[in-house]
C-alpha cells in the first residue's frame, strides 16, 4: 500500500515519542541504565523544587504578556494597515512586516542581548545621552527587570506572522460589510471592535492559542538571554526539563516536567476554543 | 471608494470621510515609525556588521566610513560550515518530506479505500500535539538507535515530521483538481505515478513552493533540536553555530570581535532574504502557513 512508508516513519519518530514521553515520565531514566518505575516520584521531586512555584509565576506572566505582545499588538497593527487607502501603502507596509522575520530567530534574540547590554546597548547609551544616566540598569543581570526585558524582546511587537494572519482574515471580510459600517455611521475603534474583531475572531482565537501555548512551552529567549538566571529570577518549567535532561541526565524527572507542560497546554488550548468562539463563522 | 453618498446622513457621512482622509497621514506616520523601531535589530545588524573595533567603540550606532567590509570573509571563514550544513539538512530534509507529503496527500485526496478518513485524521491529530512532550523521548530514541550526532538526526526528523502538515496542506489542494483532468489521463493508460508525475505536480507548483518556503524557514531557525543533538561543531546549523560563537564571544571585552560577529548574523540572514527577494508571495503566504501549523 502506498501509504505504508508514511506511516512506518511517523509510527517510529512522530507518534512513539509522545508515548514513550507519557510512560517515562514515571520511571528513573538515563540513557544507559534499565528504567525504573518509581511511580509519581519526579513529580512529586519537581513541586517540591524550592524555586517551581517561581518557575511557574513566571511562565504565567510571560503567557499573559504574550497575550499583549502576541495577539494585540499584532491586531492593532492589522488594523491600521488595513485602513490605510492607498493599494501601494498596503502592499509595502504588508511586505515592511515581513523584514525583521528574516533574520533568523535565533540571532534576533542575540541582537536583543546586545540591545540590553548594560555596558554595550543602546538602552544605557541613549538614557546616559539625554541625561537619564540614573535609570541605566544590567536589564537582563538584575533580578527586578530580567523577567520584563524578556517581555521587552520583539518591541513593539508589530513585525510578526500574527499581523499577517490578522491581515488576511481582515482581507477576506466583504467590502460591503465596510461600507455599511461607513453608512451606519460605525467608524473608528467602534467599528474594529464591534464588526471586526468578531468577524475575524478564527484568527484572534489562532493567535491567542498561539501566543499562550508558545509563552507556556518554549523558552529559546530565557536560555538565550539569562539560562533561567540570574539566580532562578527568569527560569520556566521549560528550561528546568531542558537543565534536568542535558545537564544533570535525569531523563525521567525531565520527562515528567514535559507531561505536565503537555496537560497544561492542552487543558489551554481546551479553555480558550470553549470561550473565544466566533460569533459567526466565516468561511 | 464611492463619493457620492445618498440619504439624510449624506453631510455627515462626508465630512467623516475628510476627517478620515486628513487621519490618513497621522496613520502613515504611526505605522512608519512602529515599522521603523521594529527594525532596530535589523538596522544594528546592519551597521555594526562593517564596523571595525575603533568605530565599534566610539560611534555605535551610526554607519561609520570606511566600511570594514573585511569583516564579512572573516565571518565567513568561520560560519560557513554551518551555512552549508544547514542548506544540506535542509535540501535533503525537504526532498524527504516533500515526496512523503506529496504521496501522502495524493493518497488522501484522489484515491478511495476504507479508513481513508480516519487515517487521515490520525495524521491531522499529531499538528495538535505540543512539541514538549515528545522532545526528550526523541533525544533518547535517536540516541538509541546511535543517530545521535550525526546529519541525520535533522534529516529524518524532518521527513518523518514535516509530512504531517505537507499532507494536510497538499490534500487540500491536490483535492481542488478537477477530476476529469484525471479522468482522461487514466483513459490514455495512466498509473499512479504518471498522475502524481505528470499532472498532479505540475498543477500543484504554487503551493509546493509554498510548503518549500516553509519547510527552509523552519530549518533554518532550529535551534533546540540541534543544540541537544548535535555535539560535533562540524556538523553544526547556524542558529547553533552562532548562539555557541556569542557565547565564547560575550565574556571578552575585546572590541574586534563585534563587527564580525555581526557580519556572521547578517549571513546567516541572507538566504531568508534572498528567498523573500525572489519568491515573495510565496514566502508571506509560507510564514501565514507556518502560523497555522505551529
Known sequence: ML???????LGIFVYY??????????????????????????FRTYLAFPEASREFVNVVKL?????????????????????????????????AVVIPMLVPGVVYTLLWRHIYDPN????????????????????????TTALYAIMGVGFPWVAQIGTLICLGGLGQVSESVFDACLIDGCTGMRRVLAIDLPLIMSQVRLLTILATINALTSFNNVLVLTRGGPGYATSVPGLRMFERAFTTGEYGYASAIGLLLFVLAVILTLLINRYLRPHFEVD | MSEVVLGASSRRAVRKMRSWQGSQAGLHAVIIILLLLSMFPVYEMLVVSVKNPLQYQHERWTLSFPMRFGNYPAAWEIVSTYVLNTIFVAVVGFAGMLALSILGGYVFARLRFPFREQLYFAIIALLSVPWVISFIPSFMLYHSLGLLNSRWVLILQNIASGPVFGIFLLRSFFAGIPEEIYESARIDGAGHWTLIWRITMPLSLPVIATLAVLN????????LWPLVTISD?????????????????????DFSIWGPLFAGYTIAAIPLALLFITLGKFYVEGLIESGLKA
Open chain 2, 216 to 223: 527552509f524557514i523552519s530549518t533554518w531557525n532550529s535551534f
Open chain 1, 17 to 42: 515519542p509522545p508515548m514513550l514521553g507519557f510512560v517515562r515520565a514515571f520511571y528513573k531514566w538515563a540513557p544507559t541504565r534499565e528504567p525504573i518505575f518509581v511511580g509519581l516520584l519526579n
Open chain 1, 63 to 95: 503567557a499573559c504578556c504574550s497575550l499583549v505582545t502576541g495577539v494585540v499588538a499584532p491586531f492593532l497593527m492589522a488594523e491600521m494597515i488595513f485602513a490605510v487607502r492607498s493599494r501601494v501603502g498596503k502592499e509595502v507596509y504588508r511586505y
Open chain 1, 120 to 143: 554595550l546597548g543602546p538602552i544605557n547609551a541613549l538614557l546616559g545621552a539625554i541625561g537619564l544616566g540614573a535609570l541605566q540598569n544590567d536589564w537582563l543581570g538584575s533580578p
Open chain 2, 233 to 253: 561543531k562540524r556538523l553544526q546549523v547556524i542558529s547553533v553555530g552562532l548562539y555557541l560563537l556569542s557565547s565564547e564571544v560575550f565574556s571578552a571585552s
Open chain 1, 3 to 9: 501509504l505504508s512508508p508514511i506511516f512506518i516513519l
